[in-house]
């Protein structure tokens, strides 16, 4: 009996899952239909984000704030910056840097200038580092001709999904003492990119183009499916893979009591060290928790 309640249950995830991947796929009369949930699976489908658990601030005995960087060329990072052209795929594959331009466009996210979450930004206080325009020489001479500056004669280069390099995120690590673990809590993340006034230049200057508060973009994220190599029928959501952690990141700086400085203002020029350092943080943190079991 508990055997057919088992085989009941994972059927019925599976269905679900196959749903949320591409509904409809097997029974669509025409291509149009792909993707159209029916009345059932619209009626059926309950599907959020999992809420955080309420964490009273007496319950929390450690914590360590860490910021850290998602380095976008290495292969376990590739779900978060694939795909980068979507002119010929579908409209549920896109990047993560493009599921924040299609909410900071629609209005539907705000973001802010810095990891401390302290001055919003609006999509034309960040257009300066997304939008690069240059008059060519062509230009020019329309200008002191005293003629209008047509459209063909001004370059305009734009920050796409394919500039991201990476993604800085702030979490905090906790020991929660009523359930006796540690735990992690994603707060912020930022995609980072040349700056577009230097894109062209050897060794452009990469800056934080926004910062984004974490819980407000998660229903977003819960809906955008993450591309499952192993099974396309099971995808992750945005929202699972960076929750779950499953990316791999590196400390870049940590609060402290020299206002909160980075790792490569006092271990300069030394990436070994400072990756080193880097490891030596993420240790005390894991050895907090290893040293509460010990006697």
Do not use: C
């Not at 690590?173 to 992690?184: H, I, L, P, T, V």
């Not at 995808?235 to 206002?259: C, M, Q, V, W």
């Not at 990436?271 to 943080?281: D, G, V």
């Amino acid at each position: 009996m508990m055997k057919r309640i088992f085989v009941a249950i994972m059927v019925t995830v599976g269905f679900s899952y196959t749903a949320v991947a591409q509904s409809n796929l097997l029974n669509a009369k025409t291509p149009e239909m792909v993707g159209v949930k029916t009345a059932e699976q619209v009626e059926a489908d309950n599907d959020q984000p999992l809420e955080y658990g309420y964490v009273d601030d007496r319950d929390i005995l450690w914590s360590k704030t860490v910021w850290e960087v998602i380095d976008l060329d290495e292969r376990i990072n590739f779900p978060l910056y694939y795909p980068i052209d979507t002119v010929n795929i579908g409209a549920d594959r896109r990047s993560l840097y493009q599921i924040f331009m299609r909410e900071l466009n629609a209005g539907r996210l705000e973001v802010y200038a810095d990891s401390y979450f302290t001055e919003k930004r609006t999509t034309a206080d960040i257009e300066s580092a997304l939008v690069a325009k240059d008059t060519l020489d062509a230009g020019f001479d329309q200008l002191n001709a005293g003629e209008t500056l047509s459209a063909e004669y001004v370059d305009i280069r734009e920050i796409s999904g394919a500039d991201i390099e990476a993604f800085h995120i702030k979490g905090v690590w906790y020991f929660d003492k009523r359930q006796g673990e540690m735990k992690y809590r994603l707060l912020g993340i930022a995609p980072v990119a040349p700056d577009v006034q230097t894109i062209n230049d050897d060794e452009p200057d990469m800056i934080e183009l926004f910062w984004v508060w974490f819980p407000t973009i998660r229903p977003a994220l819960h809906d955008a499916k993450v591309f499952n190599k192993n099974n396309t029928a099971m995808p992750l959501s945005y929202d699972h893979l960076l929750n779950s952690r499953r990316f791999n990141a590196t400390i870049i700086k940590e609060d402290n009591e020299y206002g909160d400085r980075q790792v490569n203002e006092y271990v300069r020029e030394n990436a070994l060290m400072q990756l080193l350092e880097a490891e030596r943080i993420k240790e005390r943190i894991r050895d907090f928790e290893q040293d509460m079991w010990s006697y």
